[in-house]
T-cell receptor, first 116, second 112 residues
Framework: KAGVTQTPRYLIKTRGQQVTLSCSPI?????VSWYQQTPGQGLQFLFE???????NKGNFPGRFSGRQFSNSRSEMNVSTLELGDSALYLC???????????????FGEGSRLTVL | DAKTTQPPSMDCAEGRAANLPCNHS???????VYWYRQIHSQGPQYIIH???NNETNEMASLIITEDRKSSTLILPHATLRDTAVYYC?????????????FGQGTELSVKP
């Protein structure tokens, strides 16, 4: 069974640009969550999608957005990039979105974004 | 969500048991204790979770105190590959939405 796949793995952008990251969850999983990881702030929750609907959102500005498609694949977009957006962006999937039913989120390897 | 407190770093000799403590004194009755780990440059990996009783799986054991204010993750025979950051998380049973609040975790170094 294939794991969570994130693309691209690495990318470099300049300030003011926008970026789109992609996440393919484990087959059959309907929930996709996104996290940002930086050395200073650690792992922070961005948002979660379940059946194409955003169900939960963290404390990030509106420049951070996402969507989920009918096949459960998800994308997140960051517009007007700032230097502080440099981070590892992680995607996680779960079978039902009720994480306490399995206690388990499956994370991808992440997309490492560098903003110059 | 309950806040958890973990030591920032620990060392363990290869082959010995690694005991990683976690304090969650404000945990509520609806909150499970989860453990994840993150090996360098990889995504976090689920290890184990529990509510009241001690739990064991192929990776680790979780010991939760009777008052549920603290817990210990035990890796029975640590190997070099267990070197990672270990996160203890308290999560609401009824929290829907794939949202976990990660703290700073414990950086475990397993040494030969």
């Amino acid at each position: 069974k294939a794991g969570v796949t994130q693309t691209p793995r690495y990318l470099i952008k300049t300030r003011g640009q926008q970026v789109t990251l992609s996440c393919s969850p484990i087959s059959g999983h309907r929930s996709v969550s996104w996290y940002q990881q930086t050395p200073g702030q650690g792992l922070q929750f961005l948002f979660e999608y379940f059946s194409e609907t955003q169900r939960n959102k963290g404390n990030f500005p509106g420049r951070f957005s996402g969507r989920q498609f009918s096949n459960s694949r998800s994308e997140m977009n960051v517009s007007t990039l700032e230097l502080g957006d440099s981070a590892l962006y992680l995607c996680a999937s779960s079978s039902t979105g009720r994480t306490r039913s399995t206690g388990e989120l499956f994370f991808g390897e992440g997309s490492r974004l560098t903003v110059l | 969500d309950a806040k958890t407190t973990q030591p920032p770093s620990m060392d363990c000799a290869e082959g010995r048991a690694a005991n990683l403590p976690c304090n969650h004194s404000t945990i509520s009755g609806n909150e499970y204790v989860y453990w994840y780990r993150q090996i360098h440059s990889q995504g976090p990996q689920y290890i184990i979770h529990g509510l009241k009783n001690n739990e064991t799986n192929e990776m680790a054991s979780l010991i939760i105190t009777e008052d549920r204010k603290s817990s210990t993750l035990i890796l029975p025979h640590a190997t070099l590959r267990d070197t990672a950051v270990y996160y203890c998380i308290a999560d609401d049973l009824y929290n829907q939405g794939g949202k976990l609040i990660f703290g700073q975790g414990t950086e475990l170094s397993v040494k030969p």
